[in-house]
């Protein structure tokens, strides 16, 4: 049995778990459970803080963990190249970005030298800005400045909704750019339940972001339509009853699939079907 670290609170929870129990995983987590057990798929969950489960994967106590990306830079140390392999999840996309007051003067971090920046992330913030002086806290950064410790902050930004509240803009470009991850102990061979996990997200991801498209098309301008819908090695082509037509089946991108329907349909193309896909393995 195999042990995952799953965050315990904020925008990642639910996400997290809605995307495993669409994988087939039986996960839950009351208000104070600490651990989740799925014995039918091998896997017991633990509920960490987010900031908090890279040190357990990356000290071999846990098998893999879900997180956000900049929390397992900030523990292993930043680099722009990880030593480690991570899946990127589409999910619990953020920025960290450095802020100051609204009515300062400034738009870049090379204008901060010598000042005074608060932030949970002192390893990355150290990497990017190597002449300030870091404030190290451990939440609430956003109050730092009004109550006099930092000149500036570096935070978490979703929105921008807090920030603003609390009088704050951002200025230059975002120091780390982070999204949900699963990521297993990098020294260790994975395990075959790792793997399936793995494969399961991904899989997941996939049938987020394609669809199915079905349509009859005409035999002189089946090759035109294949090109519009290659499909992932080569779309599925049957001839039709009436001579002279065959339906083509294939997945596309969900971001461009009203466009290639569109298109289709002006080839000649008729009965053009859009389906979702619950999931994949690709």
């Known amino acids: 049995m195999i042990k995952i670290a799953l965050p315990n609170k904020g925008v990642l929870l639910e996400p997290t778990l809605e995307m495993l129990s669409s994988c087939g995983y039986r996960v839950s987590k009351s208000l104070r459970s600490l651990s989740s057990l799925d014995e039918p798929n091998g896997v017991e969950f633990f509920f960490l803080r987010p900031g908090d489960i890279p040190v357990y994967v990356l000290n071999g106590i846990l098998d893999a963990g879900i997180t956000g990306k900049d929390f397992i830079h900030e523990k292993w140390g930043y680099s722009p190249t990880p030593v480690f392999n991570y899946l990127n999840l589409d999910y619990g996309q953020s920025k960290l970005c450095l802020a100051v007051p609204e009515g300062v003067q400034l738009t870049s971090a090379a204008e901060l030298k010598g000042a005074r920046v608060a932030t949970s992330f002192p390893n990355i913030v150290k990497k990017q800005m190597p002449d300030v002086k870091i404030v190290v806290l451990e939440g609430a950064v956003e109050i730092a400045i009004k109550l006099g410790i930092a000149d500036a902050i570096v935070d978490i930004v979703e929105t921008g909704t807090t920030l603003k509240q609390a009088g704050l803009k951002v200025i230059g470009s975002p120091l780390f750019e982070s999204c949900a991850v699963l990521f297993p102990h990098p020294g260790k061979e994975l395990s075959p339940e790792v793997l ?87």
């Open 196 to 282: 399936v996990l793995q494969s399961r997200l991904k899989g997941k991801m996939v049938a987020r972001s394609y669809m199915m498209v079905e349509y009859d098309v005409p035999q002189a301008k089946l090759g035109e339509a294949c090109k519009l819908t290659p499909g992932i090695e080569s779309p599925t082509v049957a001839p039709l009853q009436e001579k002279g037509w065959f339906s083509v089946k294939a997945v596309v991108k969900k971001e461009v699939v009203n466009s290639i329907m569109d298109q289709l349909l002006s080839l000649g193309c008729k009965g053009i079907l859009l389906t979702t896909i619950e999931s994949a393995r690709i």
